[in-house]
């Protein structure tokens, strides 16, 4: 049995897409004006879909609910088995005790507080979005800068700045990951093929706003004089992460970006200061200088040294996987690329593969929309993260048993997040195959020119909803692309911009909030968090629509 889409099911476009968009809208209702937590409000809008697909669509009940359990599949394998094992590594480094290590070495940076803010909020945050994502580097920032003496509020504020230069390749590239998997079929590429074209142009979008986040973070923590006092420092830290963030996204994987410029950033800084340091050292009013030990001596500590290990055995275990994609031409006997790829299973969908029919102007002619499914067992950033943990563990002195405890506990701590990305991604699959997406596409192409701008703005409204960058590519990733083929825009620009606009909206993002007052033991202070961070918000959005729109036209060599 086939099933024809129909893209104007209510008559008009906009009318359609209207009731199209009836399941975002119920996310965004049950989310920002109930107040609902982030799994029922995903569950009521899992149930919208299926509404709008059975009765305003007509997709017959068994494609609706088949692509309703593709999309939970898809969310446990492709993004829940990369996100839960990002998380795990990073408790695990908790539960040894090395992370206390880690976070001596950085109290001793320096007594400068623009310095400390610099280190903590943007590098070594950096460096724990890209290991776990989520809202923990938020949370673990925050609470570090508070704990060294940092104003609570101003800490949270700043962690939520700082948060949005390393969003886009968060949990070891997982939102690229999951954009490429979903539209690489809707671009005729393979999965990774989409994922390298999405960090490509992502790695050529983000890096512009990274080498000014410093110099924000910094004007907001003690004013634009203070920062120009510091200017090597910041100038330092924006350009290594951004150009080792240029660099790894174009040219190694979307797994290590953010891991690479972190370290790069921290490096950078650590070198720097050997040579210089700020005329005056900065600290908040009234506060009395306090003697910290210096960075050499904190770095001496046995365990600080030990405290680094696992991120230097995480680094090398994705490279190894990815050294195919990176060196071109090795002997068959060093790709360990190739051999891991030869453990992938690829199947069709039963009951949904090329059974749903898309036509113009989707498509040039009545084409079957493919429903396959790779499960990469040896390559996903998943397992490699999980074994690199257990190595790891085992290096910093974890017994089994430990280990163990710890990915059951991990299991606890996720269990709410990992059944809202089921739903979520049920709700993109029914979406996807009943054809609202596609309405929304059409409606969207009607704006034409100014798309561009427009497309960073739907990003940010998803990780507003979602509190997550892989969230929004699974909600408007291949609406963002399907409305770039019909203006006959380069899609891949619009993927990532997608990815690249909603990073700003992760400072707003209700989720996000509540985690970092909660860091601080603030709760109830989100709305004040909101009040400091929703213009700069919205400002940086703009500025990822307006350079996204320029490199549509005039800068289109930068499309990769």
């Known amino acids: 049995m086939t099933w024809i889409q129909d893209y104007q099911p209510a008559g008009g476009l906009w009318v359609s897409a209207l009731l199209a968009a009836l399941p975002i809208i119920v996310l965004l209702v049950a989310l920002g004006v109930v107040k609902l937590s982030a799994h029922l409000s995903a569950a009521l809008a899992l149930i919208t879909a299926l509404g709008v697909a059975l009765l305003l669509y007509r997709m017959p009940t068994g494609l609706a609910l088949d692509s309703a359990v593709m999309g939970v599949v898809f969310g446990v394998w492709s993004v829940a088995w990369i996100a839960f094992h990002a998380v795990y590594f ?21 007594e400068d507080r623009r310095l400390q803010a610099l280190l903590i909020a943007f590098s070594f945050g950096a460096l724990l979005e890209g290991v776990a994502g989520g809202g923990s580097p938020i949370a673990i920032t925050a609470a570090m800068m508070a704990a060294l003496g940092f104003p609570p509020v101003k800490a949270v504020v700043l962690a939520l700045l700082a948060n949005t230069a390393p969003v886009a390749f968060g949990g070891l590239g997982n939102p690229l990951i999951v954009l490429g998997r979903l539209t690489g079929p809707i671009m005729h590429l393979k999965p990774e093929e989409a994922t390298a074209a999405f960090s490509s142009m992502v790695g050529r979008q983000v890096p512009f706003l990274a080498v ?50 972190a370290l790069a950033a921290m490096a950078a800084l650590y070198v720097l200061t050997r040579f210089w340091q700020p005329k005056t050292v900065w600290r908040f009013e009234g506060e009395e200088p306090v003697k910290s030990a210096s960075l050499g001596a904190a770095k001496s500590e046995r365990g600080a040294l ?61 084409t079957p929309y493919a429903a396959t499914f790779t499960v990469d067992f040896l390559f996903s950033p998943g397992t490699i993260a999980l074994i690199a943990t257990v190595i790891a563990g085992f290096a910093m002195g974890a017994r089994p048993k430990q280990l163990v405890q710890t990915y059951r506990n991990t299991l606890h701590q996720m269990r709410w997040a990992l059944a809202t990305i089921f739903m979520i991604l049920a709700i993109a699959f029914v979406m996807n195959y009943s054809g609202a997406t596609q309405t929304l596409g059409l409606a969207l192409a009607t704006t034409g020119v100014l798309f561009p701008i427009f497309s960073a703005y739907i990003g940010w409204l998803g990780v507003f909803l979602t509190g997550s960058d892989a969230s929004t590519n699974s909600l408007f990733g291949p609406m963002q692309v399907i409305s770039a083929q019909q203006l006959h825009l380069n899609p ?18 209700p989720q996000n909030l509540s985690i970092g007052a909660t860091a601080i033991g603030q709760s109830g202070k989100e709305g004040s968090l909101l009040r400091q961070t929703f213009l700069w918000s919205l400002a940086l959005t703009a500025v990822v629509g307006v350079m996204s729109l320029l490199q549509a036209t005039v800068l289109s060599f930068m499309i990769p």
């Open 306 to 366: 030990y405290a680094w290990m696992p991120y230097v055995i995480l680094i090398l275990a994705i490279f190894l996987s990815r050294i195919g994609t990176i060196f071109a031409h090795l002997p068959a006997w060093l790709d360990l690329t190739k051999l891991l790829h030869k453990a992938d299973w690829v199947f069709a969908w039963p009951g949904l593969h090329n059974h749903v029919i898309q036509h113009a102007p989707i498509t040039s002619k009545d």
């Open 90 to 110: 990073h408790n695990v480094t908790v539960t040894t005790g090395r992370f206390d290590s880690i976070k001596r070495v950085l109290a001793g940076f320096s």
């Open 212 to 261: 000014i986040i410093p110099a924000f973070l910094i004007v907001v923590l003690a004013g634009w004089k203070k920062m120009l006092e510091v200017w090597p420092a910041v100038v330092t830290a924006g350009l290594a992460f951004a150009l080792m963030q240029f660099a790894a996204s174009n040219y190694i994987s979307a797994s290590l970006v953010d891991v690479l410029a």
């Open 492 to 509: 891949v620009l619009a993927g990532a911009t997608n990815t690249s606009g909603g990073v700003m909206g992760k400072m707003i993002s």
